[in-house]
């Protein structure tokens, strides 16, 4: 949707010449909870939905009604469930739902730039600004400060702990000048003014013929004012004690098992809310059955796009459990909003999600870099072997590091050496076993 500016009405609606996600199948979007986007009720004493059970409720009820309409979308037929952000933490609780129920035959489940772990992901929304320069080691005194503001705000007040939470971001943010929270590479100033933004609000608020649009979509009876709204300050208020709880646990039922859907995780390189680095702060510190060592036993790979018009190139970078079921993927040029960003990347994964489950491999040279892992390693050093799984080096008693290249004296009963250190050269030193309580080792310099 662009303007010409020649008037009120100057829009100009059409495709994108890079296509859609409908190429790939029928697509229903669904404003949820009720009162977000189009959705509205007609009831003049139903509050608005404040607890996760309450919208699981519901969403059941309306797939139930939906499938009673429409029987061709049951029978079986596969289901790929997406979103993004705040469908962090509304997916996982409602694919437990909709698989306990058996209402859908749900497959897969792809979610972009998930908001999960609160606290986790609050707390380390700092590190792409500190990477890009946008803040520096002086600051890290300050965001050292405001972690444990929001710690001691989680401990006092959890349900009203977010806004305390949010002010490590808030900080970059503002000593950046007003950088973008959900992509780096923009300013506040700019994004509010973009092409993107501005059409459809207005499209939708200020068109002279916004009440032919309403009724066309079905929604001209809405009681709602306004009819539209891109995000609902009644319902957040709504849902407000919702907003630090942790839904990570979730992943649980569908991570450890070979049933279920699968899961695919993307996130753009750019955001600073949602992004990459603070979604592997709550994998990597996950406290529930889905052990985050299962993502790291296998290589990282490269997810390479085989497109017609622009030939084969990088679209992102991926780790996945060695059971398939969980994919965790980094994609390069895109902040929050990466079907926005990178359009094509996008449509190739729901495509291999859809058909294969999985992530495939889209070029004849590879995508592992297990091999490359190993090479660089110097295969070890000769001290050790390379993992059939990363290409990380599993090193030989007496030897460690990454690449096995360091001595390691093993210090056991009797042990007893002297050692003469020159220059930059480390030492290393291993316990073989435990000591007796009689015993004792002794480092005398």
């Known amino acids: 949707m662009t303007r010409t500016g020649a008037g009120p009405d100057d829009f100009q609606i059409g495709l994108s010449p890079e296509g859609s996600w409908f190429d790939l199948g029928d697509i229903l979007f669904i404003d949820q909870p009720v009162g977000t986007g189009f959705s509205y009720t007609n009831s003049t004493t139903q509050t608005y939905l404040n607890t996760m059970d309450q919208v699981g409720d519901e969403f059941i009820i309306f797939l139930t009604n939906f499938l009673a309409k429409y029987p061709d979308y049951g029978m079986g037929r596969p289901l790929t469930f997406s979103g993004e952000s705040y469908a962090g933490k509304y997916l996982p609780f409602l694919s437990t739902r909709i698989v306990n129920s058996g209402v859908m035959n749900l497959t897969n489940v792809v979610l972009g730039n998930p908001y999960t772990s609160p606290v986790n992901q609050r707390t380390s929304t700092y590190k792409v600004g500190y990477s890009l320069g946008i803040i520096d080691s ?19 007040n959890f349900s009203n702990s977010g806004d305390t939470c949010t002010q490590t971001l808030a900080y970059v943010q503002e000593v950046g000048g ?33 009440n032919e649009v309403f009724a066309a979509i079905h929604v001209d009876k809405s009681p709602k004012v306004p009819v539209f709204e891109p995000s609902s300050d ?29 899961f695919l995780v993307y996130a753009g390189q750019w955001d600073n809310r949602d992004g990459p680095v603070t979604i592997e702060s709550w994998i990597t510190t996950q406290t529930s059955n889905f052990k985050a060592s299962d993502l790291y036993a ?22 996945r459990t060695p059971n ?37 491999c889209h070029n004849t040279q590879g995508c592992t870099t297990k091999q490359l892992t190993c090479s660089y390693m110097n295969y070890c050093s000769g001290h050790g072997s390379c993992s059939a799984g990363n290409g990380e080096c599993q090193c030989d008693k007496g030897w460690a590091g990454a690449d096995c290249s360091k001595r390691v004296e093993i210090l056991s009963s009797f042990y007893a050496k002297r050692t003469s250190v020159q220059g930059a050269l480390w030492t290393y030193f291993s316990y073989d076993e435990g000591l007796y309580y009689t015993e004792r080792y002794e480092f005398i310099l």
């Open 324 to 360: 398939g079921k969980f994919t965790l993927m980094t994609v390069p040029k895109a902040g929050h909003f990466v079907p926005r960003d990178v359009l094509e990347v996008t449509k190739s994964m729901i495509q291999d999600m859809q058909s294969q489950g999985a992530l495939q």
């Open 234 to 262: 009644r319902v957040a208020a709504a849902f407000y004690a919702d907003q630090m709880i942790d839904y990570s646990a979730f992943f649980d039922s569908f991570t450890n098992g070979q049933s279920g859907p699968n």
């Open 178 to 210: 007003g950088i973008f929270d959900m992509d780096a590479r923009l300013f506040n100033s700019s994004y509010l003014a973009s092409a993107f933004k501005k059409p459809y609000q207005d499209y939708f608020n200020t068109s002279g013929k916004v």
């Open 138 to 156: 002086y600051n890290r005194d300050q965001v050292a400060a405001l972690q444990r503001r929001c710690e001691r705000a989680v401990s006092a």
């Open 298 to 319: 296998l290589d990282r790979q490269i997810y390479y796009v085989n497109s017609t018009a622009n030939g084969v190139y990088v679209g992102g970078y991926f780790r």
